[in-house]
């Protein structure tokens, strides 16, 4: 299943069969949310859908009506393009903080083969109508995908890709500046970055746009994958920018680069600067990590009383010299099926639907950030973390004589 | 839906029509698992199956058999059983580790206006069967419910329910290690504990029973709710027993109680102390937490390389005199039913299908505890963890005069 998808698929006709399970194959479904309304009695759907997507009270999430014009281009460029409200109580004393926030998920456009400025250009042009979209939506903060310049390289280790890098203010930034002033929007711009202050260092990096085109700052990624042909650490190192959040005009946001996510401890220190919205910005294929997918930032939206937007990139790229992945595998030439499948987590354990886990996709969410602040008097989880006990055992942790807390049951005979 | 079942949940047969959906009613399915099985077509379920239990490569977890015995009191008290084995590599190196545990939820006996001692020593006796079935499938390690001798009474505040309060050594404790010696099964004990050395304080605390029968230690629960009527704070404080982990016979246990699974570090602190498996015994009605109860503990199992076994109680308790929770609602005499839905989780992101939402019930499951390491190998989340960034940023965190790293927007005006 993980390697039906190449290039084209956002676009071949000969692909679309797939999509749906309307052939009588599974394989292809567009996202577990459809699969089970096309499958389920509505009544078994509701259900299913309060559980898995954490509708409680009986609350369905409502879909947002969008302008025609964004319908139009998800029509002409063949993009998902879904939207929902996530709830909040209204307050007494503070008015609503509603922000309309975005994810885009994307395959590459040209075959890695091309020139380079042609497979980054190409992918440009192809995000253009798509970010048009979101703008002709009002989405006030929108985030793209991990290294969104370029096919996800760093299985290859081949160094010729680093040349794709490019500074904090290189063209993408630029380009996507243009946007953002045109739209009146916060983008994320999640990149390889080429640090030319520091000898020309490569970082994977996302850079904050602000919605005059500004640049408010850059978050660098703080967990480097040694994964199967995820070894990204042969290109970049590990950031060294903190947990910085970024207020933008519509809201604190802070960047969790893809496995980031795996890390709760990120997922916190982001909370505990004051995160509104955490993006996850992620490169990340099915047969390693699907069933996670819908854990990790589910879990983070729920411990840190955030919201939290996950992108995933879409297709199956191939590259010219096959690579072995040091897990024992033949050679070979493609990482697996990127699926895409990107969605929000609020505070309250909801989420929204996945996005298409095969087609390019926007997904909009309004959420009212009050809702951050009501789930913590609610719960009280900062409160009652008793954060001393943890700094204390991570300061003893650190030391190379720790010694774990453990109790050895004295009536079993233990081995030497 | 969280009202429907009263005392006797377990046995009445006026309750069955409720349990499946077969009445045309949604409300009362056993469990997810069940319900999408009874209503998708095989290859459907197959595929929704991989994502929602974390069944990559196509590997169904599979069925256990268990004795006949174990099956026998199943069905004359009326438990559900169900029984499934991870999957782990083999190694080179060791050999496997297989460990059988087993997890117990059930509903109170006596209405909560019989006489204390009645009610206790009823829950006492409608366990033993549960147990011995446990024994006589050969469970290695059994955990209960969270304050399992006693109906969940704190959100009624009457102090006089702090009578069924033990010290570790009580007549619960007692009758467990006379089945632990029978069966040569480690047992962790979730009690009400009287503290009788310093000044008869209580704590919820969980007694971890050798297989020999001998008392190997005990947990306090570190992090107490203060939500709706979970009001537990007027009770008993937060544990002062740090996160030890239990090197039993079978394998290294820790105890994460209740709303500790709510605590990212709660759970990270029992894994860099060391342990393998992790139980959650718990206490907690559906409209509270239900969407979030499939994703904590998964997570949980998921970035700590480790396994957890979830337990929660079952039924509606309806207690004697109405209280308020403080949240507004009219005053009440229950406070929802408690959705069993018991599961274990391992570090590979794959879980077992959840026991009945209405029933008792024993799940077991066999797990090569070598999966912990192999998947701290796979991904690495230990060296990756920059923990020095974390117990740095804790540190400062703690000072009152913290000041979080916020980066403004200076393009955008603020209001003062």
Sequence with gaps: MEKEEKFGNDNGEAQEEKKGFKDGSICGFESLDRLLNASLKPEVFQEVSRLLLGLNCGRALEPISLP???????SKHDFDLQAFCFHADKELLREPRIVRVGLIQNSISLPTTAPFLDQKRAILQKLKPIIDAAGASGVNILCLQEAWTMPFAFCTREKRWCELAEPIDGESTRFLQDLARRHNMVIVSPILERDVNHGETLWNTAVIIGNHGNIIGKHRKNHIPRVGDFNESTYYMEGNTGHPVFQTAYGKIAINICYGRHHPLNWLAFGLNGAEIVFNPSATVGELSEPMW??????????????VGSINRIGTEIFPNPFTSGDGKPQHADFGHFYGSSYF?????SCTPSLSRYKDGLMISD?????????????????????????EMLARYLKPDFEPQVYMDVKTVWKA
Tied chains: 1, 2.
């Design 345 to 349: 987590s609020a505070p309250d354990a």
């Design 68 to 74: 025609e014009s964004a319908f139009a281009l998800s």
């Design 294 to 307: 819908s854990i990790e930032a589910r879990n983070a939206a729920i411990a840190n009383s955030y919201y």
């Design 367 to 391: 959420m009212d950030l009050n809702l951050c602040r009501q789930l913590k008097d609610k719960w009280g989880f900062r409160m009652t973390a008793r954060y001393d006990l943890y700094a």
